[in-house]
């Protein structure tokens, strides 16, 4: 059981700081002046926010998966170990749900700073990069602190969905 522990609390590690980083990149993208990629990102938002984390497990073990071990090449490299293993699969597939999820709530926190608070920053000459990194992101942080600890606890049930790959968490322990 302890081992079991351990997988779940390393998945909800790894996905969870993982996650975070793509979320930060897909709520920027999709707040982006760049019509293009605002929409690629709310395509994928959409698409992993519609689908069962479950179906995009499967997806990417089984079929990810199974079109990666076709190749020789890849058999034959120093990945393999790390490809043939459902345990690299249901953390991407946990990073990827996370980046959507996470992403599209620090967006609306990226949107809920009073525009005053930009209006300062741009008032003491900071450039848009500037008041991005020292004024909206941090804002927005304290901001979703509450909802960001509910998305953790998702991802921590999420985590047991490993399990159905051969991945032995805790649940399966």
């Known amino acids: 059981m302890g081992r079991g522990l351990q997988t779940t609390l390393t998945i909800l590690l790894i996905a969870s700081v993982f996650g975070f980083v793509l979320a930060v990149l897909v709520a920027l993208a999709r707040i982006s002046k760049n019509r293009v990629i605002a929409k690629v990102s709310l395509f994928y938002t959409s698409v992993t926010r519609g689908t069962p984390l479950l179906i995009q497990i499967y997806i990417f073990y089984y079929g990810l998966g199974s079109l990666l071990a076709q190749f020789p090449l890849i058999r034959g490299s120093f990945l393999w170990p790390y490809l ?13 749900s996370v980046g959507a999820y996470v992403g599209e709530v620090i967006r609306g926190g990226l949107l809920a700073v009073p525009k005053g608070e930009m209006e300062a920053a741009s008032a003491f000459g900071m450039t848009a990069r500037q008041s991005l990194l020292r004024v909206r992101l941090p804002r927005a942080m304290r ?13 921590l049930k999420s985590t ?14």
């Open 160 to 173: 047991a969905l490993a399990s159905t790959i051969a991945v032995i968490d805790l649940l399966g322990a």
């Open 143 to 155: 901001l979703l602190l509450p909802t960001l600890a509910g998305e953790t606890v998702m991802l």
């Open 84 to 96: 043939r293993d459902g345990y690299w699969y249901s953390v991407f597939a946990l990073v990827v």
